[in-house]
């Protein structure tokens, strides 16, 4: 996959001049940009180029962000995907999360900052060849390249979300992580105590991770956090 210069890019923004404004400022940086306006041109643009992320506003006539976004997701699990929207709460943020998204942009917002998140996402969807490319812990394999699990050797599907929630833990095994913690780093958001969005994501990852292994990863340390280990 293509990382940083001359990756290809789809914006999809219903706003002419803020298409506009969003492709004249990412060509500049040599990143080659085509633009729907509308999420049925969206998915079209999608379905005939092997793009290396997605800018997608979610208030889009007809087809929405949302359910482009699930839409992308279900054919290409692992492609990055920026969602762009006036609306700024931490629901809104946690609904375009669950239809796919990878990071949240809310309206009106800096170029630059647009740019970093950008190049973070790319980055991201391309690990460093001089990193480790698998996290391991005990028969849990999480690769990064191929931004896949395995359990004992079984490839185990994981959604954008689960996936980046698995590697935090993964980085972190052995200590405990808050739900403070994993709203900022995996989320990008503050922790909102009248959600319980991260125990819904951890019990998925439960479900796919430890359901059918006698050796349980993911333990609950109640009042504190959840932590991934062995024993």
Not at 69 to 79: D, W
Not at 90 to 97: E, R, V
Not at 141 to 164: C, K, P, S, Y
Not at 181 to 196: L, M, P, S
């Amino acid at each position: 996959m293509t990382s940083g210069l001359n990756a290809h890019l789809l914006v999809v923004e219903d706003e002419p001049k803020v298409a506009t404004f969003i492709k004249k400022g990412l060509q500049t940086q040599a990143y080659t940009v085509d633009v729907a306006l509308t999420g049925e041109e969206g998915k079209r643009l999608f379905d005939t180029m092997p793009y290396q992320l997605v800018i997608l506003d979610v208030n889009l006539p007809g087809l929405s962000g949302l359910e482009l976004a699930e839409y992308i997701r279900s054919q290409r699990s692992r492609l990055p995907i920026l969602m762009l929207t006036a609306l700024d709460t931490t629901a809104d943020k946690l609904l375009g999360f669950e239809a796919g998204a990878d990071d949240y942009l809310a309206k009106p917002f800096d170029f630059l900052e647009l740019l970093a998140r950008v190049k973070a996402l790319l980055r991201r969807s391309t690990p460093n060849e001089e990193e480790s490319q698998v996290l391991r812990v005990a028969d849990l394999e999480l690769d990064l390249h191929q931004r896949v699990a395995r359990r004992r050797g079984e490839t185990i599907e994981l959604t954008a979300r689960e996936f980046a929630l698995l590697e935090y833990l993964m980085r972190n095994a052995g200590r405990v992580v808050s739900r403070v913690d994993i709203a900022e780093q995996v989320w990008d958001i503050g922790f909102d105590t009248g959600t319980n969005v991260i125990d819904v994501y951890i019990s998925y990852l439960r479900a796919k991770i430890d359901k059918d292994s006698p050796v349980k990863l993911i333990h609950t340390l109640i009042g504190m956090g959840y932590v991934l280990k062995e024993k």
